[in-house]
């Protein structure tokens, strides 16, 4: 009976919640913590990073940036640190979630270099309502990755304190933690897995991954991350680091239940990895999403590609497509997106273009549209599209295909087809 009323509980508890925009966060900015000793080359390519929350929506792609986020980009430098703080955040459609930090670093001890990440969180509220209470204790997670006289090694792990509930009128029950990767589900309304953790080591890279905790809104497929850590190295740097990605689009569209902005995560999102691909094209794609009064998208697909060759030479690029785009409720279709960002390298010489980004077709009411030498078509009150946006980065560069900006008040920007590349002399 006791169980069962406490099944009852929950139930009662998490129907009560709504998917909302996550509320005022006060955060500190990533700052690099006091080094032990001046950054030393290696010969791998070191990344780190770890956030204390992240929320991706699945049936609307609907998501939040990463609080508490520290990265370490790809790089051959050992002895750097990174470390960033959260005062408070609020879980949209959850609770609360304490004091939280991130460090990550690179590190070289004699011949042993390693790439580290860290997050620890003071605790979470996952429920509040007048029904009662489901919080955790301390959260924490770390990767760790590292290369000795013996080859890669990783390790990681996550903690979780305890689980409490706590009903209106009586004393908080605390619940057993469950074994580590095994679900806690009340069905058709909310999972919650702890200590998710991957480890992947391959001839000539190492990656570990360490995940605190996942909770899954099974009525929208959304999936909130809690405190994340990941590391990464590799020892086929062979003259350049590259990063970059391609994603079909992102952006901020109003949430019609509060009139607030809330982001599109990168859908779909391909990453290029630090050494490139080895002269392999490679890509993920989605069939298509709908974000309801605002945008339909057909299919969509990320392209990444990176080689090395000779002495300081290589060259990359990524490119993202969307077939098909439906504003305005029809109003607005366009066809054939593309953006493609190139960056090639050679000795002395850095030639980066966007040649291969354009946009078949424009059509407005059944009338088709030629975009002017400025690249923008505006329609007054309504939306402005600009086609091309560039931004030069270092050793690279980004563009958008098409960025739609809603002239509705609302302040929403849809980029549609975005490539960035980057490829920079490595230092050893």
Sequence with gaps: MRRLALRGALVAMVSSVILLPGGAAHAAPVVPTKAAAAPRPTNFGLHAMGYGTAIKGGDIPLASGATGFAHITCTTLAGLNRSNGVAQVALPGLGNIDALTTKVATIKKGKVVSAVSEHKLAGITLLETALGSLSLGAVSSSAKVWHDADGFHSEVDTQVAGIVLTLPGQD????????????IEIPGLLRITLGETKEVKKEHSIFARAQALLIEILPTNTRVK???????????????????????????????????????GRTPSKDLPCEGTDGVVKQTRTVGLNIPAVLDVGAATAQVYGVQWGRR???????????????????????????????????????????????????VNGEPQSLPPLGTIE???????????????????????????????????IDLGVARAQVKKAIR
């Design 226 to 264: 809690i405190a994340l850590s990941r590391a990464r190295m590799t020892d086929e740097v062979v003259n350049s680091i590259m990063s970059g990605y391609a994603a079909g689009l992102k952006g901020k569209v109003l949430n019609t239940g509060d009139n607030s902005l809330i982001t599109i």
């Design 172 to 183: 908080p029950l605390v619940i057993a933690v469950p074994t580590l990767g095994t679900p």
């Design 379 to 413: 329609i007054p009150g309504v939306v402005k599209i600009q086609e091309g946006v560039t931004t030069m980065v270092r050793g690279g560069i980004e563009v958008i295909a098409l960025q739609i900006t809603l002239l509705d008040g609302t302040g929403a920007v």
């Design 313 to 363: 030479r290589a060259k990359a690029w990524t490119q993202a497509s969307i077939a098909h785009v439906s504003l305005a409720a029809g109003a607005i279709e366009i066809d054939g997106i593309q953006a493609r960002a190139n960056v090639k390298r050679t000795p002395g010489k850095l030639v980066r273009n966007t040649r291969g980004t354009k946009t078949l077709t424009i059509t």
